[in-house]
T-cell receptor, first 113, second 111 residues
């Protein structure tokens, strides 16, 4: 049973048109992460939530925003997608303060046309 | 978090043990070594982690050198489904921790 669910699996958006990717979890983990992964590269952390506390990576462009309305859901908003934002976007969760593993969703592959 | 270095690629014959090395020479005392893998077009999957003792679970074994500057992930009987990119990450034990990924090792298990 999927525990971290990302929708949709594939998303096509137009250049400059806002797009939202969603992630939900059934694990009740309080930490949620968003990663960007481009072809043949390692995942790159964009930001993460520790409960409601938002932590942005210093090099994450302002074009990327996130919302976490409750424990179960987290959204990635790309305000004006460029061609360079085409990538796989991965959502992950983990538990607070416990050296447990992070659970990843299957990812959303974003294409910008 | 300590930087890790891994060989970019490795091959292994099906049914044989796959030994994947990782160097983390700047690791600090409270940093754990985590291993994940990513099968093509899927999200990463946790494998195992350890601090200084060797660890084993149903997926793999982790051997950490006594000085903790390197480790080896062992898949005892590799199968074709183990073909993936394997990432070694050194992770601080404190709160607000985050996984910072290196380039990983692309393991090809051959029939």
């Amino acid at each position: 049973d999927a525990m971290v669910i990302q929708n949709p699996r594939y998303q096509v958006t137009q250049f400059g048109k806002p797009v939202t990717l969603s992630c939900s979890q059934t694990l009740n983990h309080n930490v949620m992460y968003w990663y960007q992964q481009k072809s043949s590269q390692a995942p790159k952390l964009l930001f993460h939530y520790y409960d409601k506390d938002f932590n942005n990576e210093a090099d994450t462009p302002d074009n990327f925003q996130s919302r976490r309305p409750n424990t179960s859901f987290c959204f990635l908003d790309i305000r004006s997608p460029g061609l360079g934002d085409a990538a796989m976007y991965l959502c992950a969760t983990s538990r607070e303060g416990v050296l447990a593993e992070a659970f990843f969703g299957q990812g959303t592959r974003l294409t910008v046309v | 978090d300590a930087k890790t270095t891994q060989p970019p690629s490795m091959d292994c014959a099906e049914g044989r043990a796959a030994n994947l090395p990782c160097n983390h020479s700047t690791i600090s005392g409270n940093e754990y070594v985590y291993w994940y893998r990513q099968i093509h077009s899927q999200g990463p999957q946790y494998i195992i982690h350890g601090l200084k003792n060797n660890e084993t679970n149903e997926m793999a074994s982790l051997i950490i050198t006594e000085d903790r500057k390197s480790s080896t992930l062992i898949l005892p009987h590799a199968t074709l489904r183990d073909t993936a990119v394997y990432y070694c990450i050194a992770l601080n034990a404190g709160n607000n921790r985050k996984l910072i990924w290196g380039l990983g090792t692309s393991l090809a298990v051959n029939p």
